[in-house]
């Protein structure tokens, strides 16, 4: 088509010649190659346009859907009037072919119609240099954008020259302050607070009274993004001198946190808005979170089914009512009959086994979406695990009642405790607080909260709940009231810290349960000065450090080792906690046996074993397994059939181990692959790496119970 380049076509109903021009945006290799423009009702064409001065902008649809120009097809319907001018190009001769072919049509995702753009006279913000204030405050680091990798991004958006429309032809919003202000045929727009001041700024232009002035508010209102980006100081009183008092208080903000998907729609409006009306910027540093998916990772949206209403997930809520609920949302218009069939398949396959969506509470939905690392591009969010945590809070509340009930029997005391009072375990429990306390301070300084919530539920969970509380039982239970009293110390100290921890997290959960802890006015552990509960606000690093005691934390850790080591074997042998065998231990580390003897109350205790004695040859109807070089387990069978539990236990063993070397010889395949290294983000070779380390880590426990 070269030879036609700049040349003229008839149009045989507007009885004009139109312009022919060459632009890159045609695919040539789509049908004929060459395409028709209507500038005034396609986004694409009015770009083309916007290119070549010799297209002029000619709306042939009204906002009633019908046709203005033309006599011949004016007042149609565009639907009518497309199908009459088919038959009347055939009727003309000059109808070629017709032919289906694939196309791209806006659908309104309500109505189900096809939308055909109209052009619109609109308001408009120059952006240019604006955007040239915000891209240098982060390149000057004035402005900080976590995580890093988003800077890109910003620098895409405020490199974009193009205009800003501000201006919606909606019922709802913030209407524009825009008034048409005129006289006899003079007409000026004035922007201004009320009427009155456009009048009088009107004046001025038209050389009038004000008075003699017609007035007229342009009814659109702005662009919600617009309203949006005026927030953080519109929210403070501004730009009302008299109500200033919070915005020179509270302005700027120290940090902002949001999806990385409104960069530019949001943070990039809010900073240039800021800098233009404050000579600010509103915030001095931005955190990105991710998207929200579903637990198989699918962005949630309508099309897809699988939107998760937060409150059902704090409240709860069954089948039925999920059902009556999606079907509601129908009947509104909010969900079309597809999106409504899928939304319930979707819960018939993720809700039907606990019959709906279980109570979480707003402390266990904030404490999982917090245990996900926020700063990936997507956020998995699980109901299993949401309802795991809210177990968790459960497990807190038993815990501070052990605590309260422990401290009501305990015995009267002659003499003063002191810090060397503390036990084997107290000070065991006391250096895990520490390193707690010092990972949650680092991870809330580098906003990975998930690094946060996850010490804090180990430490409270695993390690006080699982191991500490168990190991108190004895000493409240037995006749040293000393041991009674350096527990009762510490777990003060321990739940009152790690509460304290968990108050960003769980709210409402801390705020109920730290004026229930109990405490000692001359607590060993911590004096508090100031009457129970208000040594401090938050638990900091420097408190603690003087408990860090990484030597007895390496003899817990191989006790423990041991219990677990015993546990796996019974769990293999199928021999059950209400059955309580022999251990004999085969041991050369004199600590470890010291240890264990010392001990041996709350290690047959949390082992559910009848005695434990050192031993190198132990009788028969005994199962190995080797801890260490220097130290092997047994532990003994009971049953009636022990030769049957033996074989089970080995073909039990042999096929997890088959099983666990297939899968990673596939995950070792991967990592070994360039292609896999080249393509896969990043985010998803992280949960391989730690598939691999973990299925390694499994794979020696059973090989070490063989």
Not at 181 to 201: S, T
Not at 547 to 566: C, G, H
């Amino acid at each position: 088509y070269r030879h036609l380049a700049g040349k003229r076509v008839w149009h045989p109903f507007r009885n004009e010649t139109l312009p022919i021009i060459k632009d890159e945006f045609v695919d040539k290799k789509v049908g004929t190659g060459a395409v028709k423009i209507t500038p005034a009702h396609s986004k694409v064409d009015y770009e083309v346009a916007k290119k070549n001065n010799s297209i002029r902008l000619i709306q042939v649809i009204d906002e009633n859907g019908r046709m203005t120009t033309s006599d011949q097809f004016n007042g149609l319907k565009r639907y009518e009037c497309r199908q009459l001018i088919l038959e009347t190009l055939d009727n003309l001769g000059l109808l070629r072919d017709a032919k289906p072919h694939p196309m791209t049509l806006p659908i309104c995702s309500r109505s189900g119609g096809i939308i055909d753009h109209l052009p619109k006279e609109q308001w408009f913000l120059s952006c240019s240099k604006l955007n040239e204030k915000a891209a240098a405050l982060v390149d000057k680091g004035h402005l900080v954008i976590e995580p890093a990798k988003y800077v890109k991004y910003w620098q895409n958006w405020t490199g974009n020259d193009r205009d800003w429309c501000i201006s919606r032809q909606l019922w709802w919003g913030h209407q524009i302050p825009a008034y048409k202000c005129k006289v006899d045929r003079n007409v000026v727009w004035i922007a201004a607070q009320n009427e009155q001041a456009a009048k009088v700024e009107a004046s001025k232009v038209l050389r009038t009274l004000p008075d003699l002035i017609k007035v007229e508010r342009d009814p659109d209102v702005l662009d919600t993004w617009f309203s949006s980006g005026i927030y953080p100081f519109a929210a403070l009183g501004w730009p009302d001198s008299a109500k200033e008092k919070d915005f020179k208080k509270f302005y700027p903000l120290d940090l902002l946190a949001t999806g990385h998907d409104i960069l530019g729609f949001w943070v990039h409006r809010m900073v240039i808005l800021g800098l233009e009306l404050t000579d600010q910027l509103p915030f001095k540093k931005v955190l990105l979170h991710g998207v929200i998916c579903d637990s198989k990772g699918a962005k949630m949206s309508k099309s897809r089914g699988n939107v998760i209403d937060p409150i059902d997930v704090v409240e709860g809520i069954n089948m039925e009512n999920l059902k009556d609920k999606t079907k509601e949302l129908h009947r509104n218009g909010i969900l079309s009959l597809t999106e409504m069939d899928k939304a319930l398949a979707y819960h018939q396959a993720n809700f039907m086994q606990t019959k709906g969506i279980p109570e979480c509470g707003v402390d266990a939905l904030r404490f999982t979406l917090l245990s996900h690392d926020i700063k990936s591009h997507f956020v998995n969010f699980d109901i299993a695990m949401c309802h795991s945590n809210k177990l968790f809070g459960n497990k807190i509340w038993q815990s501070v009642r052990y605590t309260q009930l422990s401290y009501s029997k305990l015995p009267a005391l002659s003499t003063e405790i002191t810090k060397a009072n503390l036990t084997y375990f107290d000070k065991w429990i006391l250096s895990r607080m520490s390193d707690m306390v010092e990972t949650v301070n680092k991870s809330m300084d580098n906003y990975e909260f998930h690094l946060a919530t996850k010490a804090i539920r180990t430490f409270m969970y695993n390690e006080c709940c699982d191991i500490y509380l168990e190991a108190t039982k004895p000493g409240f239970a037995g006749k040293d009231p000393v041991k009674a009293y350096a527990h009762a110390h510490t777990l003060s100290a321990v739940l009152n810290t790690s509460l304290r921890c968990l108050a960003p997290f769980m709210v409402y959960l801390t705020e109920e349960l730290i004026p229930k802890v109990p405490t000692f006015s001359n607590n060993i552990i911590f004096n508090f000065k100031d009457g129970p509960n208000k040594y401090y606000d938050f638990p900091f690093r420097e408190h603690f450090m003087e408990w860090k005691d990484s030597a007895i934390e390496k003899q817990v850790d191989r006790f423990m080792n041991t219990i677990y080591l015993v546990r796996e074997l019974k769990a293999l042998y199928n021999i059950s906690n209400k059955m309580r065998p022999s251990i004999y231990i085969n041991n050369l580390d004199e600590t470890l046996r010291t240890d264990i003897q010392s001990n041996q109350e709350v290690f047959l205790n949390l082992s559910r074993c009848s005695d434990v004695a050192f031993k190198s040859d132990p009788e028969k109807n005994y199962v190995t397994a080797v801890l260490d070089k220097n130290t092997e387990v047994n532990v003994e069978l009971l049953g009636e059939d022990v030769e049957l539990a033996i074989f089970a236990a080995k073909t039990k063993l042999e096929k997890k181990i088959q099983q666990l070397n297939e899968s990673l010889s596939r995950l070792e395949a991967k990592f070994a692959s360039g292609h896999y290294l080249a393509n896969a983000p990043p985010w998803a070779q992280a949960i391989d790496k730690e598939k691999l380390h973990s299925k390694k880590k499994e794979l020696e426990q059973l090989q070490r119970l063989m």
